[in-house]
């Protein structure tokens, strides 16, 4: 049996921009934050990103997706294996399809083998259920924010924004007395953000990333393109809504007729017009914008935003 009262999780997660594995301890009851604990971070090595890129699209049983879980597992067990006294371990895996029009996600790795690996019990699977009862894939994170609304003290609305491979908002009202609470949250995500930058660093230049917005801060922004993708049928859909890394591929790849840094300049513009787009929908004004990811670094996206 569980011993009563908050434990000391240690949560994991590999997003879909593919920079590497994060890991932070947390103190909690489930409901408030008692107290934060060591965080770390193990990069994805290049040829472990090509595996994994090989398999994005792919559902279970299809052919890269076995090599890909294997990557992730290796990552995640080697980063755990640092850290000590966590209860509980939160496992996501890395989502390589998501689907959930259909009501399908998948994220490669397995939490039995990382629990006989480092003999902690895992929490893992997390989208699977919510996805097949109607769900948008993602139920933890805005809780999460709550509670860290209600860390800081918060008494107005305000947002959390992530900036990984897509964009999400969380709005949050702390007023609440619950996250459950209706009226208490509204979170969605908001387009692209890092993973197009990074591809087409990748496959134009043969870097990871813009860093810090360096090369878009020298393109010109093609506003025509702006436009016409904010005129997608996505951006008129009430929340809760998501998407997959590749979702906008076939839009996107226009950008391929820029220069690049005309193309790293209209593909962050794209990626800070969607959040601005995705304000439209907060139920009240917000007090305050809290911005993390990786896209928090890029000087251009955030001067854009």
Same mark, same amino acid.
């Given at each position: ?28 009851? &489930? ?16 040829? $472990? %990103? ?7 699209? @792919? *559902? ?5 997706? %076995? ?5 992730? $597992?290796?990552?995640? =067990?080697?980063?755990?294996?640092? +850290?000590?006294? =966590?209860?509980?371990?939160? +496992? ?16 490669? &790795? ?13 929490? *893992? ?10 769900? %948008? ?9 709550? =509670? ?18 897509? &964009?999400?908002?969380? *709005? ?27 591809? !087409? ?5 043969? %870097?990871?990333?813009? $860093? ?10 093609? $506003? ?23 979702? +906008? @591929? ?15 300049? #209209? ?11 995705? #304000?439209?929908?907060?139920? /009240? ?6 911005? #993390?990811?990786?896209? /928090?670094?890029?000087? #251009? !996206?955030?001067?854009?935003?």
């Amino acid at each position: 049996m569980r011993k009563q009262g908050p434990i000391w999780i240690l949560g994991t997660m590999s997003g879909t921009s593919l920079d590497g594995v994060d890991a932070a301890m947390l103190r909690t009851d &489930g409901h408030v934050i008692h107290e934060f604990g060591p965080h770390a971070y193990r990069p994805y090595t290049p040829a $472990e %990103q090509a595996t994994i890129r090989a398999a994005f699209g @792919q *559902w279970p049983g299809d052919p890269a997706v %076995q090599s890909a879980a294997e990557v992730v $597992e290796t990552a995640h =067990a080697e980063l755990l294996s640092r +850290f000590d006294g =966590a209860e509980m371990i939160g +496992f996501h895996g890395q989502t390589l399809a998501h689907d959930p029009g259909h009501r399908r996600t998948h994220q490669a &790795g397995n939490g039995a083998l990382l629990a006989e690996l480092l003999k902690t019990p895992v929490v *893992w699977d997390f989208r699977s259920s919510d996805v097949e009862m109607g769900g %948008q894939g993602a139920p933890l994170a805005p809780f999460y924010h709550f =509670a860290c609304a209600k860390w800081i003290g918060a008494t107005e609305p305000l947002a959390i924004l992530n900036l990984g491979g897509v &964009g999400n908002l969380t *709005w949050i009202d702390p007023s609440q007395r619950a996250p459950e609470t209706a009226g208490a949250l509204l979170a969605f995500d908001t387009g692209p953000a890092n993973a197009p930058i990074n591809d !087409m660093m990748r496959i134009r230049l043969g %870097q990871t990333c813009d $860093e810090g917005g360096a090369l878009a801060a020298q393109g010109r922004v093609d $506003e025509g393109m702006v436009k016409a993708f904010l005129a997608l049928p996505y951006f008129h859909r009430v929340p809760p809504k998501s998407l997959d890394r590749n979702d +906008f @591929q076939t839009f996107l790849k226009k950008t391929h007729k820029l220069g690049n840094a005309d193309a790293a300049a #209209t593909l962050t513009a794209i990626a800070a017009a969607s959040v601005a787009r995705g #304000t439209e929908h907060f139920p /009240r004004q917000i007090s305050r914008l809290l911005v #993390t990811g990786g896209g /928090r670094h890029n000087a #251009t !996206m955030m001067a854009e935003l």
